[in-house]
């Protein structure tokens, strides 16, 4: 107990730690007990973070911010009915052909791996193939059901993405257009002793803004990039596989090696062992490149400084928590976890609790000023 007595007196004795650790603890708090109710709330804020950065820009160039905020928004519709009537009846359409050909490539999958046995008899038999098939055709069988269910009763789920559809844009437009007043208003609320709490977020939000803005501008290069090779390649299922390659880079080291599964697959059940298979296996090959060597660079100016494994730790663990989401956040989460254990006072700043760096406290000025 001592050692928790001392602990605690030595880091939670300053009044701005405490006020660090409450906003910590309420910010997670709301996410996890509300995140449901306010879905569309958090949407909107995550997409209008995305979008002041071109209302900031297009404000450098001397055009006022009402008007800045209404070419942004007008992009942005357009980007949306685009998703909503192009993109999206694109995908269900080859969702469904994908899924009806399904026990066709079962069919074949099975014929190839059934060869197994006669050159390899000592450590494969036909038994194992056979039932290795029969539970695949099982599991996907009862994956069928469970999407009929769901759409027999997705009545309710179509009425609340249509309010969705209808919500978060006007919650953006005004996250956009109110933006100062709104931050004003939240910060009223605040303690005032937040100059901890304000040089942890100046210290995280260059490489949070960096990231997320950046890793939207990949999804939408590569997923672009990877349905115009394909598409001339005559690759079946183009769009849903350049969809999934765009999303796949949202998880560091593991999406792009998941994406190549299904290509893969594809393209083998479409031409076989042929050049054509080779020629997509080799064209992926040299996106993924170019992604990693040539675009990531240019898009992320700010390097983030965090060890693979604390990388893949923050994809499990905020992945878990907040699913999708989570996935998406998990480096700038991790992030904001380095910069509070970075801020956070050891005995060195307990000798001099009241004088942060002056490089924090100038930023954190700024920030209570504006």
Known sequence: ??????????????????ILALLLVAGFATVLLMGNMLTPVLA?????????????????RSVPRTVAVIIVFTVFVV?????????????????????????DMITRGQQLLL???????????????????????????????HVLSM???SILGLITILVYVILVPVLVF???????????????????????????????????????????????????????????????????????VGFSVIIPYIGAAVATVPIAII???????????????FAYGVIQALDGNVLVPLLFSEVVNLHPVAIIVAVLVFGGIWGLWGVFFAI??????????????GKKHSADKTQPPAEGLEEGAEVESS
């Open 174 to 244: 005004f996250f956009l257009e109110d933006k100062q007043g709104i931050v004003q208003w939240f910060a009223g609320y605040l303690p005032r002793e937040r100059k901890l709490a304000m040089q942890v977020w100046h210290d995280v939000n260059t490489q949070i803004a960096n990231y997320v803005r950046g890793k939207v501008w990949e999804i939408f290069i590569v997923g672009g990039i990877t349905y115009a090779v394909f598409s001339f390649m005559g690759l079946q299922y183009a769009v849903l596989l350049s969809t999934l």
């Open 267 to 281: 393209a083998y059940f479409q031409w076989g062992w042929s050049a054509d298979f080779g020629w997509i296996i």
């Open 79 to 103: 980007f949306l009915f685009f998703a909503l009537f192009w993109l999206m009846p694109r995908l269900y359409h080859q969702v469904t052909q994908l899924v009806q050909q399904l026990p």
């Open 44 to 60: 909107a804020v995550v997409i209008a973070y995305l979008l002041d950065g071109l209302v900031n820009a297009l404000e450098e």
């Open 332 to 345: 700038p989460l991790a992030t904001l976890v380095q910069a509070v254990l970075k801020a956070w006072p």
């Open 1 to 18: 107990m001592d050692i928790v007595r001392e602990w605690f007196r030595r880091h939670m004795s300053d009044p701005q730690v405490v």
């Open 151 to 153: 759409s027999l009763a």
């Open 115 to 145: 060869q197994l046995p006669e050159r390899y008899p000592n450590f494969v038999n036909e038994d194992q193939i056979r039932d290795l098939f029969a539970a695949v055709r099982s599991e996907i069988g009862a994956w069928g059901q």
